[in-house]
C-alpha cells in the first residue's frame, strides 16, 4: 500500500468526506478534460438527407425524381436507379422546373413505293450528314432495313428502278 493511498483512506472518515473525495478527483481529472474535449471538438452540422418530398414523383414507380445535368442538358431521373429491389430508371425531360415526358419517337412513314427485292414497302429518306453523298442526298431505303439493304436513288419524289 503506497502512502499516499494511505493518507487518503485516512482522510475518508465519513460518508461526507468520501463524496469531497470523489469530487475532488472528478473536478480535477475528468471535468478538465471534459471541458477541454468541449473546446476543441465542434461537432460537424449533422447531415441530412435531402427532403425530396416536394419533388415531382416519378410516374412509374412513384418516387420523387431529381434534376440533374445530363449530356443533352438538364433531365429529370428517378430516384430509384440504384434500388436493389426494384430499380427505375425512368428519366423525362424538363420544362420550366417540372418533368415532362420525352417526346416519343415518330414512327417512321413509309412511302407507297415497293421494294423490288423483298417487296415491302419504302422509306423515304435523306442523308442529312453528309457523308458518303452529298448533303441532302435523297433516297428511298427499304423499310425491312437492316434485313433488307436495298435502297434506289430518289428522281422527282419517286425511286429510280435500276
Ligand atoms: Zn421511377
Ligand atoms: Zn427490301
Given at each position: 500500500?503506497?502512502?499516499?493511498?494511505?493518507?487518503?483512506?485516512?482522510?475518508?472518515?465519513?460518508?461526507?468526506?468520501?463524496?469531497?473525495?470523489?469530487?475532488?478527483?472528478?473536478?480535477?481529472?475528468?471535468?478538465?478534460?471534459?471541458?477541454?474535449?468541449?473546446?476543441?471538438?465542434?461537432?460537424?452540422?449533422?447531415?441530412?438527407?435531402?427532403?425530396?418530398?416536394?419533388?415531382?414523383?416519378?410516374?412509374?414507380?412513384?418516387?420523387?425524381?431529381?434534376?440533374?445535368?445530363?449530356?443533352?442538358?438538364?433531365?429529370?431521373?428517378?430516384?430509384?436507379?440504384?434500388?436493389?429491389?426494384?430499380?427505375?430508371?425512368?428519366?423525362m425531360d424538363n420544362?420550366?422546373?417540372?418533368?415532362v415526358?420525352k417526346?416519343?419517337?415518330?414512327?417512321?412513314?413509309?412511302?407507297?413505293?415497293?421494294?423490288?427485292?423483298?417487296?415491302?414497302?419504302?422509306?423515304?429518306?435523306?442523308?442529312?450528314?453528309?457523308?458518303?453523298?452529298?448533303?441532302?442526298?435523297?433516297?428511298?431505303?427499304?423499310?425491312?432495313?437492316?434485313?433488307?439493304?436495298?435502297?434506289?436513288?430518289?428522281?422527282?419524289?419517286?425511286?429510280?428502278?435500276?
Amino acid at each position: 500500500m503506497s502512502a499516499v493511498w494511505y493518507e487518503q483512506q485516512q482522510e475518508i472518515k465519513n460518508p461526507t468526506d468520501v463524496g469531497n473525495f470523489v469530487m475532488g478527483v472528478l473536478n480535477d481529472t475528468v471535468v478538465p478534460t471534459l471541458q477541454k474535449i468541449k473546446q476543441t471538438y465542434t461537432a460537424p452540422p449533422p447531415k441530412q438527407p435531402k427532403d425530396l418530398s416536394n419533388n415531382p414523383r416519378c410516374p412509374r414507380c412513384n418516387r420523387p425524381m431529381v434534376l440533374r445535368d445530363g449530356k443533352f442538358g438538364e433531365l429529370w431521373s428517378c430516384t430509384g436507379w440504384n434500388s436493389k429491389e426494384s430499380p427505375c430508371n425512368h428519366s423525362m425531360d424538363n420544362d420550366n422546373g417540372m418533368p415532362v415526358e420525352k417526346p416519343a419517337k415518330k414512327p417512321v412513314e413509309t412511302s407507297n413505293f415497293d421494294c423490288k427485292k423483298c417487296g415491302k414497302k419504302l422509306i423515304w429518306r435523306k442523308d442529312n450528314k453528309g457523308g458518303k453523298h452529298n448533303k441532302g442526298y435523297s433516297f428511298f431505303g427499304c423499310s425491312d432495313f437492316p434485313k433488307c439493304k436495298q435502297k434506289y436513288d430518289e428522281v422527282n419524289g419517286e425511286p429510280k428502278y435500276d
